[in-house]
């Protein structure tokens, strides 16, 4: 390609306008944006979802094959999804077994390293690793999000830290989590925060009225339909600045007693975690990073899930796993099944975002009462076509299986192939 047409190519992925730019979402008028796959193919994105605390003990299963492979009730809500879904069973961090509960489950949820007793230390999540060796190809390495601040101080005299996040970018500093939609919103699309008092759609108007002259009439609704959910989620960004603070504990003031932050969070719980959802699904879409984490809750986690019928805070609720605990955790299960509904509506040429997507949902431990020697993880999404659902597989006595054996294949199909991360050298077999 010569030196013109590549900037041809650069100019119509990206709409620009004043402090603000626009990656665009995969048209087939045009070349797919910078850094893209060399074949004519939406590139595979990775995202890791979780949650704390595991599930209920008695409720977290999954049997059979295809069309007709059986759910507990925990994942109910992925009904409709059996058939794209992969659950494992069995597999685990053996480092996670050595110390303290909450804290030392979930810091080396995504590394499967040692993690220091004494000091903040554990090793580089695979997510940062793929942000660090490949996450050049994309504006935004990574997407680093989460519904839930980080818990301050010590249990039994180690970091509460290492609970809080998931995702490391060195053995000794956690990634930024953005909790904030507006600035989650910022990082995808605004290059001058100045001007925020501007819609993001207006600020490119002009641009994309050029481009629309050069696109196929299939490819002006969806650029349509792009533009229109661009400017949806940001209203409801500027609208959720006027509500009281998110989470499930209700405080005794009935109003904010202090002005709320501009850029703002929503008050229930539901539209919260949706909002964050679909900051996630703009992000693949528009090509502007392929690697995502978004962490719903910590471990250990503080919030009421009223709007199920939940009383009691999440960390006690697993602990005495009471029904409605099936409640809450299909309401985790939810947002699975919310992000395969809106990546399967996105058409990318032959596939759907879905198709090109993988989605790996875990947590910290099994069950409330501190079973780490096996995790609940399910993968959804098809990795550009490496990855066949309806299937129950179970590693709890096979010879591999470690979790960072499955982080090599999340890598291998995001574009990253190593001989081995953590504590592992060899791919899980059979999946």
Not at 193 to 222: F, I, T, Y
Request: proline fraction near 5%.
């Amino acid at each position: 390609m010569s030196t013109n047409s590549a900037a041809i190519c650069s100019r119509r992925t990206v709409l620009r306008g004043l402090g603000v730019s626009v990656a665009l979402p995969w048209l087939e008028s045009l070349p797919f944006a910078a850094g893209a796959n060399a074949a004519d193919r939406p590139p595979t994105r990775t995202l890791v979802t979780f949650t704390g605390m595991g599930f209920h003990s008695q409720h977290w299963w999954a049997k059979g094959e295809g069309a007709k492979m059986e759910l507990g009730p925990c994942l109910k809500p992925l009904e409709s999804w059996r058939e794209r879904l992969v659950f494992l069973r069995g597999l685990w961090n053996e480092q996670a077994n050595n110390g303290v509960i909450h804290c030392m489950q979930t810091g080396n949820m995504l590394s499967g390293a040692p993690m220091s007793k004494t000091e903040v230390r554990t090793g580089v999540s695979f997510d940062q690793l793929m942000a660090q060796r490949i996450g050049d190809r994309t504006r935004i390495p990574s997407l680093v999000l989460g519904c839930e601040g980080p818990i301050p101080g010590l249990q039994d005299g180690h970091p509460l830290l290492y609970s809080s996040h998931i995702s490391w970018s060195t053995a000794v500093s956690p990634t930024w989590t953005e909790t904030r939609p507006a600035l989650a919103f910022d990082q995808l699309f605004r290059t001058d925060r100045k001007k925020g008092d501007r819609r993001v759609v207006d600020a490119v108007l002009e641009d994309a009225k050029s481009l629309r002259q050069r696109l196929s009439v299939s490819d002006q609704q969806r650029f349509e339909e792009y533009l229109g959910s661009v400017h949806e989620i940001e209203g409801r960004i500027k609208r959720a600045g006027k509500e009281p603070a998110a989470g499930g504990w209700k405080p005794t003031l009935t109003a904010p007693d202090r002005p709320r932050p501009a850029d703002g969070v929503p008050a229930e719980i539901p539209e919260y975690w949706k909002l964050m959802n679909d900051i996630v699904l703009l992000a693949f879409r528009t090509d502007s990073t392929r690697i995502a984490t978004l962490k719903y809750c910590n471990d250990g986690s503080i919030l009421t899930h009223a709007h199920v019928g939940a009383k009691d805070q999440h960390h006690q609720m697993a602990h005495t796993q009471p029904k409605e605990l099936v409640a809450v955790n299909q309401f985790f299960m939810s947002q699975l099944a919310y992000l395969c509904e809106r990546m399967a509506e996105v058409k990318e040429g032959d596939r759907t975002l879905l198709d090109s997507t993988t989605v790996m949902h875990c947590s910290s431990m099994l069950h409330g009462n501190h079973d780490a020697k096996q995790l609940p993880v399910v993968l959804l999404g098809g990795a550009g076509g490496k990855l066949r659902g309806g299937r129950a597989l179970d590693y709890l006595n096979a010879p591999n299986r470690r979790m960072c054996s499955l982080f090599l294949s999340l890598m291998d199909w995001g574009g990253l192939e190593l001989d081995r991360f953590g504590d592992s050298t060899a791919r899980l077999a059979g999946l």
